[in-house]
C-alpha cells in the first residue's frame, strides 16, 4: 500500500522558513516523479511544484518560484520543499504525490502569520 507521510509544517511569520519532508513507501519511489501541493481554506488543491524520478528537473507555481526549492533523496525515499521567504498567502495543509497515482498523505499544516 501507498503511504505518504508529510511533516515539517508549523507556525512561521512572514519572511521565515520551513522546510517539508514526505516520507514515501509502498512503491518504487525512484521510478516516480513527486509533487507537492498545498490547499488553503476555501480553495481547490493547487500544484506547487515537481520534481522528476532522478531530481534532474523541476517546476514550480509561478508564485514560489525563487522562494521555494523541492528536492528529493532517493535513497531516503524521501522528497522536500525547502520553503524560504514565506508569505502569509502561503498557509495551507501541503501534501506530496507521485505522479500516475492517486494517494495522499495527511498533510502538513503550514500557518505563516504576522
Known amino acids: 500500500q501507498v503511504q505518504l507521510v508529510e511533516s515539517g509544517g508549523g507556525l512561521v511569520q512572514p519572511g521565515g522558513s520551513l522546510r517539508l519532508s514526505c516520507a514515501a513507501s509502498?512503491?518504487?519511489?525512484?521510478?516516480?516523479?513527486m509533487s507537492w501541493y498545498r490547499q488553503a481554506p476555501g480553495k481547490e488543491r493547487e500544484l506547487v511544484a515537481a520534481?522528476?524520478?532522478?531530481?534532474?528537473?523541476?517546476n514550480y507555481v509561478d508564485s514560489v518560484k525563487g522562494r521555494f526549492t523541492i528536492s528529493r533523496d532517493n535513497a531516503k525515499n524521501t522528497v522536500y520543499l525547502q520553503m524560504n521567504s514565506l508569505k502569509p498567502e502561503d498557509t495551507a495543509v501541503y501534501y506530496c504525490?507521485?505522479?500516475?497515482?492517486?494517494?495522499w498523505g495527511q498533510g502538513t499544516q503550514v500557518t505563516v502569520s504576522s
Open positions: 504525490k507521485p505522479d500516475r497515482r492517486r494517494n
Open positions: 520534481i522528476t524520478n532522478t531530481g534532474g528537473s523541476t
Open positions: 509502498g512503491f518504487t519511489f525512484s521510478a516516480y516523479a
